[in-house]
């Protein structure tokens, strides 16, 4: 997971599809949705984008769920360059879940009258992504080159966090309270749907058909 991901995953807001496809009451993101459109190295008929739907386990711990489609076989779509945004807002990081590309810019900004600061670390490693405040108004950029689940804090108000998940696969999208989630545009083929639920992450074997698909992630 740690290439630089050649296709444009609707990972956040704008190029990129990331978010919430089905948050229920978690905040909002920016405009939010699911991940993914590109073209297939061999484009016919039947590579065209479909949509695809599901359902992950809900975490336990009551933080959202991630699912993420890493191809099997070779696809061939653009890089994408759109930036993402996380904000401060309401004594809140939004969205508390934020899906991102290796090496695609991801912006964070303070959007109240209180002084913030921003540190990122990488949940696994522990190392320090950065570690820089963020004034009334500011805006903060920077590009993630390794892929993984990355801790963001706020030192000035220990009580906001959230997450930003760096992947180099093509498509990816936030699950909803219930658990649900939708991709949009996912080329046909094998693909490995890794989940993440809290601390359990669970891989499937799934095939995209060159139809909607509907997978159910919910077993071990």
């Known amino acids: 997971m740690q290439q630089r991901p050649r296709a444009r995953t609707v990972l956040a807001a704008l190029g990129i599809a990331a978010a919430c496809g089905a948050c229920g009451d978690a905040p909002e993101a920016p405009a939010a949705g699911s991940t993914g459109t590109g073209a297939a190295a061999s484009p016919s008929a ?7 739907s599901g359902r992950v386990p809900v975490s336990r711990d009551g933080s959202l769920s991630v699912v993420i489609l890493e191809p099997r076989s070779p696809i061939d779509v653009p890089a994408v360059t759109e930036p993402v945004t996380m904000d401060q807002l309401g004594m809140e990081f939004l969205p508390p879940v934020l899906l991102a590309g ?5 912006r964070f900004r303070n959007s109240e009258d209180v002084m913030h600061n921003v540190r990122v670390y990488n949940i696994e490693t522990k190392d320090t992504a950065f570690n820089i405040s963020t004034p009334l108004g500011g805006t903060y950029e920077h590009r993630f080159e390794i892929a993984g689940t990355y801790r963001v804090a706020c030192d000035i108000h220990p009580a906001m966090g959230a997450s930003v998940v760096i992947t180099g696969a093509p498509y990816a999208a936030v699950a909803g309270r219930d658990g649900r989630f939708t991709l949009d545009e996912v080329i046909p083929g094998p693909y490995t ?10 891989e ?3 095939d995209i058909r060159p139809a909607p698909t509907e997978l159910d992630l919910t077993g071990d």
Request: net charge positive.
């Open 102 to 106: 290796v090496g695609q810019p991801v």
């Open 46 to 52: 039947a590579a065209a984008g479909q949509p695809v």
């Open 193 to 202: 749907a890794v989940v993440q639920a809290g601390t359990a992450r669970s």
């Open 204 to 206: 499937h074997a799934v």
